[in-house]
């Protein structure tokens, strides 16, 4: 599903004109990217989709990679990324 059937499906199901729905997606990425550069991402970085799961960084360990061209081995640093976790209500639709 991309942006445009997203913003289609809960235009459907809400009856708000598409544009509105849009609008309400736009200000959620904000909001939710403004929460993770705000918080101290060891311990409160964390935003809840109620009905969906959880975002929620963590750190990536620093690793020995490898350059797929040359075979050369390359470090690469450790760096925080967000994570989803389901929650139940979705993991039981997935899994009946």
């Known amino acids: ?10 235009a459907f199901r809400t009856e708000h004109p598409k544009k509105v729905v849009d609008e309400i997606l736009a200000a959620a990425a904000e909001v939710i990217t403004n929460h993770f550069a705000a918080a101290d991402p060891y311990n409160d970085a964390e935003v809840v989709l109620p009905g969906l799961g959880k975002l929620k960084a963590s750190t990536r360990a620093a690793r020995t990679g490898r350059n797929p061209k040359t075979g050369e081995a390359v470090e690469i640093p450790e760096r925080l990324a967000v994570k989803f976790a389901a929650g139940k209500a979705l993991e039981d639709t997935l899994n009946p």
């Open 1 to 10: 599903m991309n942006k445009t059937e997203l913003v289609d499906g809960i």
